[in-house]
Every structure is written in structure tokens, then in C-alpha cells.
């Protein structure tokens, strides 16, 4: 019995330990994801505007400011998390997946069906 309570608490302590605590001033993995989908919303604005790449380029801080202010961050947090979360490929990996998705999904939700 007291093996029983001693591998439960065991197992406990071992899944306590391996969830990594997120540093103060780093944006939570929802929250990252939530800011990368509408940055690449936003690069992908601004790439289909019919102008020339250098102007698109002095034209996609605007549109990268607007999307901080409506996360309400600032650029240095968005710059310090994605640091942070880069540190861990599988980490990063699984972020970028979930962007990715969501993005599929925007793209489908504002493509007309092409079925008859």
C-alpha cells in the first residue's frame, strides 16, 4: 500500500516538475498564437497590395503596430516571447502547427466554395 501512495505521489511531483513555468513578461502559447496568425494575416495584406516590395516594406510596420495594439502588447514582449519560445524547436513547432491551422482555416472561410 505504501508503494501504492508512494508512486502516486511520485507521479504527482514528476508532472508538476515537467510543466515549465513561463517567464513574467512572455506571452502565453495561446496568446502567442493568437498574435502570429493575425502578423502573417497582416504580411499577407500587404504582400498583395499591387505596389513595389521596398514600398511594402515601409508600409508593413503600420499594419504590424495595429496588430499590436489590438493584442494590447508591446513589440518588445512580442520579440521577447518569440526569443523565448524559439529556444524550444518542439515548442516553436508546436505553435507554428497551430498558426498554420488557423490560418487554413481563415484562408477557407473567406474562399468561396468552387463546388457546384
Known amino acids: 500500500m505504501k508503494n501504492k501512495i ?3 505521489i ?11 513555468e513561463i ?3 512572455i506571452l502565453s ?8 496568425i493575425d502578423i502573417h494575416l497582416a504580411e499577407g495584406m500587404v504582400s ?3 505596389i513595389h516590395f521596398d514600398s511594402s516594406r515601409l508600409l508593413y510596420p503600420y ?11 508591446a513589440d518588445t514582449v512580442f520579440k ?17 502547427a ?9 484562408e477557407k472561410a473567406r474562399t468561396p466554395n468552387s463546388n457546384p
Open 63 to 73: 499594419f504590424e503596430n495595429e496588430v499590436f495594439l489590438k493584442h494590447d502588447i
Open 6 to 8: 508512494f508512486l502516486l
Open 23 to 25: 517567464p513574467e513578461g
Open 10 to 20: 511520485m507521479l504527482f511531483v514528476g508532472i508538476a516538475c515537467s510543466k515549465q
Open 48 to 50: 498583395s497590395f499591387p
Open 98 to 106: 497551430r498558426t498554420i491551422d488557423s490560418l487554413h482555416v481563415v
Open 80 to 96: 521577447k516571447s518569440l526569443e523565448y519560445y524559439m529556444l524550444d524547436i518542439k515548442t516553436m513547432d508546436r505553435l507554428y
Open 29 to 36: 502559447e495561446d496568446k502567442m498564437v493568437e498574435v502570429l
